[in-house]
């Protein structure tokens, strides 16, 4: 909803130093720091970091998205996740912001990659796969009836929430996704991982 969209705000803070046991300094802002505490780094790629996060009244946990604020694709993923509430779906919960960096904080999804997932277990079982889809397709029909594509669906893109059997897969990384004004727009962007992508795509690469 819209009040809902309202509560996850963007704030603008001063940066400080946070240290995290046998790590080095982290640039944090302040308002971060004071709101959650840092638990550990659980991802690092080019340009971003993922920290793991305690919310300090609650006691629940996050995950914290550290990019540049430069990043092309960022202001559009956090455009899209702003307007988006579905279980299937990764929940942005708020997002700080400093002069050169932004802090994401997101739903904590620990139960790690469908694709890990698959790669440990060897196979799926036919329910299995049965649940997984159904949790999937019923967060793409939610997606596409507020007119958002994903267009880089993978399993490396869905996360499970926790690692039990029955945790919810979530949609994630939205870093690719458009969100057409009308039923009548057409996208002629061609985008995606070409592993993954439908083959009539796949063919305009």
């Given at each position: 909803s819209d009040n809902q969209s309202q509560n996850r705000s963007i704030t603008t803070i001063q940066a400080t130093d946070c240290v995290i046991k046998n790590r080095p300094a982290l640039r944090l802002d302040s308002r971060l720091v004071c709101k959650y505490e840092v638990l550990a780094i659980i991802g690092k790629g080019s340009f971003s970091q993922v920290l793991r996060v305690?919310?300090?009244?609650?006691?629940?946990?996050?995950?914290?998205?550290?990019?540049?604020?430069?990043?092309?694709?960022?202001?559009?993923?956090?455009?899209?996740l702003s307007r988006v509430q579905h279980p299937f779906v990764i929940r942005l919960e708020e997002v700080f912001k400093s002069s050169s960096r932004l802090f994401i904080v997101m739903e904590m999804a620990s139960g790690g990659e469908m694709y890990n997932r698959v790669v440990a277990k060897g196979r799926y079982s036919e329910i299995e796969a049965q649940q997984a889809l159904r949790m999937l397709l019923n967060g793409l029909a939610y997606l596409h009836s507020?007119?958002?594509?994903?267009?880089?669906?993978?399993?490396?893109n869905l996360l499970y929430s926790d690692a039990t059997p029955d945790a919810r897969l979530l949609i994630t990384?939205?870093?690719?996704?458009?969100?057409?004004?009308?039923?009548?727009?057409?996208?002629?962007e061609t985008c995606g991982t070409p592993e993954y992508i439908a083959p009539e795509v796949n063919n305009l690469f």
């Open positions: 305690q919310h300090r009244l609650t006691h629940k946990y996050y995950a914290v998205k550290l990019v540049s604020a430069d990043c092309g694709t960022v202001n559009n993923e956090l455009a899209i507020i007119r958002v594509t994903h267009r880089d669906l993978k399993p490396e990384d939205f870093g690719l996704a458009y969100q057409t004004q009308t039923s009548e727009e057409k996208m002629t």
